[in-house]
């Protein structure tokens, strides 16, 4: 099935350092989903990006969705201890319609 | 309050004893699915469900099932639960698959020992 390449697998940054993490397919993504996932949490919806080019932001964090839809990143600026979680991207759809397929996740530290 | 419901939270089970994790919805959702995640793996679908009595396979479907005779409702069944199968197990539902969130479930540590 299609596959969903997410680096860097883990991250350590100190306090106040920025932090991106990139989100990679060989084929054409039709939609991305982002998602944050707190230590012994459970996933919870960041941002979907739909368009070519798209970006988006909240507050610290940058979204950007590839001109050819192939790629995504998720950037956020001066990093807080309350960052520190997992952050998945996302595709639904693809090569099948009912499937969501994510990404294997980045391991943010921020050291304080 | 809108949300996704799991249990149990934790289960310890042995190897070939029958167990089945629930998961039910609030929120009128026509779609749900079971992820599972592991280390270095990320979340992987299990099994989805586009509506009531409509489920495919998704990613590593190989040793569950599920049924979904109501709408709120997708349990996810392990017939003979082999060790392979502990994982931490997320159930997650959204109005649709396309363009809409996915809320989550709170996740059911499995043990299989």
Redesign the interface.
Known sequence: GQQVMQIPQYQHVQEGEDFTTYCNSSTTLSNIQWYKQRPGGHPVFLIQLVKSGEVKKQKRLTFQFGEAKKNSSLHITATQTTDVGTYFCGQAGGTSYGKLTFGQGTILTVHP | EAQVTQNPRYLITVTGKKLTVTCSQNMNHE?M?W?RQDP??????IY?S?NVEVT?K??VPEGYKVSRKEKRNFPLILESPSPNQTSLY?C?SSFG???????????TRLTVV
Do not use: H, I, K, P
């Open positions: 779609y699915s992820y270095g793996l990320g979340l992987r679908q989805y586009m495919d998704g990613d997320f997650a698959v396309m363009n809409t969130e996915a809320f989550f479930g709170q996740g």
